[in-house]
């Protein structure tokens, strides 16, 4: 396997730049407009509900928050894919996860009823709902529907 890289899109001109991770902490610049790229999340963010009015809410931008608890199988083989999609979508979109069995109040407001479920929200605003464990490519239609 080559150097892992992640794909960060620069805020301010949309470039999509490729980064060694080994080099992900020595402010990488844009390489189109040299803009920094440092401080854009390339991981998913393991949030609880008191996080959630900063984290998905108050994001000015696109968010996948993934529903999701340790005992539920699906979701596990989940997991791994959202991390992909934050390395390969940084900058794009963030990827939050919420374990449903510590935070009832997300849950509870949201009605989410099965994991996983996938809420997509975009500038604090739900605009998509997926339930059940999608593909990696059908994950994918879904945020390039919303950006
Ligand atoms: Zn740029």
Redesign the pocket.
């Known amino acids: 396997m080559s150097e892992d890289k992640i794909i960060i899109a620069?805020k301010?001109?949309k470039?999509k730049n490729r980064i060694p991770v080994s080099r992900v902490n020595e402010r990488p610049i844009?390489s189109?407009?040299k803009?920094s790229l440092a401080g854009i999340p390339y991981f998913t963010v393991n949030a609880t509900d008191s996080m959630f009015q900063k984290e998905v809410m108050e994001h000015k931008g696109a968010v996948l928050v993934d529903c999701w608890a340790p005992w539920c199988g699906p979701c596990r083989s989940i997991g791994p894919v959202l991390d992909d999609l934050a390395r390969e979508y940084a900058g794009q979109i963030k990827i939050v996860k919420i374990n449903m069995d510590e935070n009832h109040a997300t849950a509870a407001q949201y009605s989410v009823k099965s994991i996983p479920t996938m809420l997509f929200f975009k500038h604090g605003k739900l605009v998509d709902t997926a339930v059940g464990a999608l593909a990696k490519s059908e994950i994918i239609n879904r945020i390039n529907a919303m950006l």
């Open positions: 620069c301010k001109c470039t844009c189109k407009c803009e």
